[in-house]
């Protein structure tokens, strides 16, 4: 075997041994709800005036859900102080591998803002309705100009 095929075959080594990490990363045993994306419109938002909320959440465990949960929106001022909820959402159970897309409406009020600044909060299953693997990826918060 020459030099050149060696190299090949060490790259290939590589990128077959890198695949199945991520394969086994993404196998959840167990209920799993994670937030996987979300978005706040328009950036930045206008004190007053409604802003447009989208998540995505996904059962990434290998059992399905068969509990009901919220989903909470949640509007705060930098640092997660005063929060208030302008919507939310139930969820009837998630089966293995489903997806949920919520798309909510509300306006960012004086109350909510610190030096231009407000904190929008994703919450899913607070309240732990539905005993999971991981319940880090629940929480999600993002900090967005007013």
Known sequence: MNWKNMILFAVLLLFVSSISAVAEQEIVVGKDIAVTSYSVMPKPAVLNEEVQVTLKIVNQGNEAIAESFQVEFQVCQPGGWYCHIPEGAEVNGLGVGEEKSFLKKFTIKDSDVVNGKSLV??????????????????????????
């Open 121 to 146: 909060r994703f919450v899913v299953d607070g309240d732990a309705n539905v005993e999971e693997v991981d319940e880090v990826n629940n929480i999600y918060s993002m900090l967005i100009s007013v």
